[in-house]
């Protein structure tokens, strides 16, 4: 079963909006990534942020991660046309998983000019 | 070019058959991975390698076979297509942190 879960799988939202998309996971990490994928591309990395961190920041990119709650946050803020894509969080178990990286099924983010 | 590279992008071929993917990179990372990426499943493992000759299962390997004989090279070869295999197959590599995939490889089984 996947490690991860995002939430909401689809989200359309207007221009200059903020998105959010929740990740939840099952087991202890080492840390969690964030990827995003264009249509008909390959995914790319986007943030990645450790077990023993709680907010991390990249550009217009915000990520929290509560270890507690086994879940954790990507915020795209102010965002564009071109943020439109799936995104997929993932998570690095390394100390049962051999440097595996386990996926949810993906945020479908839309958004509209 | 440096990164990862997937050959073909695109395949079609009959049941039964046996067909190869090929991913190929160009860092030397000891990791590497395929998924496959199926419409309501997301991405899921079929296997992975820690290293030439160094590989193991991931959470969907039936049907799959993979070798490893040099660093930069990870085929998968599914050795009697089925229709249930048709999908997008996604190679990755890794050396610590984040993972670097490939453009895909559609394949369609018929």
């Known amino acids: 079963s996947q490690q991860g879960e995002e939430d909401p799988q689809a989200l359309s939202i207007q221009e200059g909006e903020n998105a959010t998309m929740n990740c939840s996971y099952k087991?202890?990490?080492?840390?969690l990534q964030w990827y995003r994928q264009n249509s008909g591309r390959g995914l790319v990395h986007l943030i990645l942020?450790?077990?023993?961190?709680r907010e991390k920041h990249s550009g217009r990119l915000r990520v929290t991660l509560d270890t507690s709650k086994k879940s954790s946050s990507l915020l795209i803020t102010a965002s564009r046309a071109a943020d439109t894509a799936s995104y997929f969080c993932?998570?690095?178990?390394?100390?049962?998983?051999?440097?595996?990286?386990?996926f949810g099924e993906g945020t479908q983010l839309t958004v509209n000019p | 070019d440096a990164g990862i590279t997937q050959s073909p992008r695109y395949k079609i071929t009959e049941t039964g058959r046996q067909v190869t993917l090929m991913c190929h990179q160009t860092?030397?990372?000891?990791?590497m991975f395929w998924y496959r990426q199926d419409l309501g499943h997301g991405l899921r493992l079929i296997y992975y390698?820690?290293?030439?000759?160094?590989?193991d299962k991931g959470e969907v390997p039936d049907g799959y076979v993979v070798s490893r004989s040099k660093t930069e090279n990870f085929p998968l070869t599914l050795e009697s297509a089925t229709r249930s295999q048709t999908s997008v197959y996604f190679c990755?590599?890794?050396?610590?942190?984040?993972?670097?995939f490939g453009q895909g490889t559609r394949l369609t089984v018929v």
């Open positions: 990755a590599s890794r050396r610590q942190g984040e993972a670097f």
């Open positions: 087991t202890s990490i080492n840390n």
């Open positions: 942020i450790r077990s023993n961190e």
């Open positions: 993932a998570t690095d178990a390394t100390r049962t998983s051999g440097s595996r990286l386990t």
């Open positions: 860092w030397s990372h000891s990791y």
């Open positions: 390698s820690a290293a030439a000759d160094i590989t």
